[in-house]
């Protein structure tokens, strides 16, 4: 189980951002938050394992355990992006030139 792994999970928009993608562990972690169902154990390991890709993951999860909790964690999946985002561009480095004093 590693942090570091990221799944080609990619969230929304076509750009190249690295916002736009999430570990396997931050899925998990989200769709924790809003089922506790004995089949989750094997999705995740499914998709950890790339036996199924996200597409066929989000099917399942539909499925298996309600719209609701897809719904919810890719809700919970955007909010934390955005939040990171913002985070991000207030601890952005000034621009060279603002920071030359020139």
Not at 3 to 16: C, E, I, N, T, Y
Not at 23 to 32: A, C, G, H, R, S
Request: one cysteine or more.
């Amino acid at each position: 189980r590693s942090g570091a792994h990221r799944a080609s999970l990619k969230m929304g928009s076509r750009a190249v951002d690295p916002l736009n993608f999430v570990t396997v562990d931050e899925l998990m972690f989200e769709i924790q938050k809003h089922t506790d169902s004995q089949m989750l154990p094997a999705l995740l390991a499914q998709i950890r394992t790339k036996e199924i890709d996200l597409r066929e993951f989000c099917k399942r999860v539909r499925m298996v355990l309600g719209a609701d909790v897809l719904i919810n964690t890719v809700r919970g999946l955007q909010q934390s992006q955005q939040s990171q985002r913002r985070n991000t561009s207030r601890s952005a480095p000034p621009c060279p030139a603002e920071s030359n004093g020139s």
